[in-house]
């Protein structure tokens, strides 16, 4: 009896190593079948890094095998750039992976002793360049940055009020700014275009939120050409170009 159930239970052992051994063969072809190969890259949540750039920093290429590619190592690869927050990277299969990114949102360009920074939110430089870029964001214009790189924080007091100012205002609001000027500190200089918006004093700006959108609707949708929009006081005033 005893010899008769030891072989029963050895032939137990020998099915069950034989169903796992399957089970990895099966495993290991579809890894390195054709069919799951990396062909579609799909990036979603983006306004200012570019798809390739997203695709550089992942450190992912099409035609490697979606099973090797490690999401938690290209999740931590996006997230070391400033300009990413957070990322959620899945496969999607076959042959799909998907990037979601959360990004640190430019408020600003600053002028610099080698070009322009991008500045966000607490005054971080998300980015840095020699040249002046199209962005949806204004210039900080009558005040310079000096020594800092991306990385650094802008310990400026003005700049960093005029950065606290803009993450208030809504998007539209900001995308319809092209300068903020405060050469004088007492005397704050908004442009929408060529229109200017005069804010009055810079300790003044967190109040001026709401007159600034509401200004920046009324040039929006107004008939005749606008020289200047007065919002130094609590309601603003509108100085219309003379027919």
């Known amino acids: 009896m005893e010899g008769k159930k030891h072989k029963m239970i050895s032939q137990g052992a020998v099915a069950t190593i034989l169903a796992g051994l399957i089970a990895v063969l099966g495993i290991l072809a579809c890894a390195l079948s054709p069919i799951f190969v ?26 490697e095998n979606l099973f090797q590619l490690k999401t938690d190592e290209i999740k931590k690869n996006l997230t070391k750039d400033l300009r990413i927050d957070q990322a959620v990277v899945q496969r999607s299969f076959p042959s799909q992976l998907d990037i979601n990114i959360v990004e640190r949102v430019p408020l600003a360009l600053v002028k610099c002793d080698y070009g322009y920074l991008e500045a966000g939110r607490d005054g971080i430089v998300l980015d840095a360049h020699r040249t002046l870029r199209d962005m949806p964001v204004p210039i900080i214009s009558g005040v310079a940055a000096q020594d800092l790189f991306v990385g650094d924080v802008i310990e400026d007091e003005n700049i960093n009020r005029v950065l606290l100012f803009l993450s208030e205002l809504d998007e539209d609001t900001i995308k319809a700014l092209s300068e903020i000027n405060i050469s004088n500190p007492e005397d704050v ?16 700006l967190p109040q001026k939120v709401e007159v600034t959108e509401s200004a920046i609707k009324e040039l929006q949708k107004a008939a005749r050409d606008i020289v200047y929009v007065d919002a130094r006081f609590n309601v603003y005033s509108v100085r219309l170009r003379q027919q």
């Open 38 to 63: 990396l062909k579609t890259i799909n990036i979603q949540g983006n306004r200012f890094v570019q798809n390739e750039e997203i695709i550089r920093i992942a450190g992912v290429r099409q035609g």
């Open 189 to 204: 200089m908004v442009y929408a275009g060529s229109v200017q918006i005069r804010l009055g004093s810079l300790e003044m």
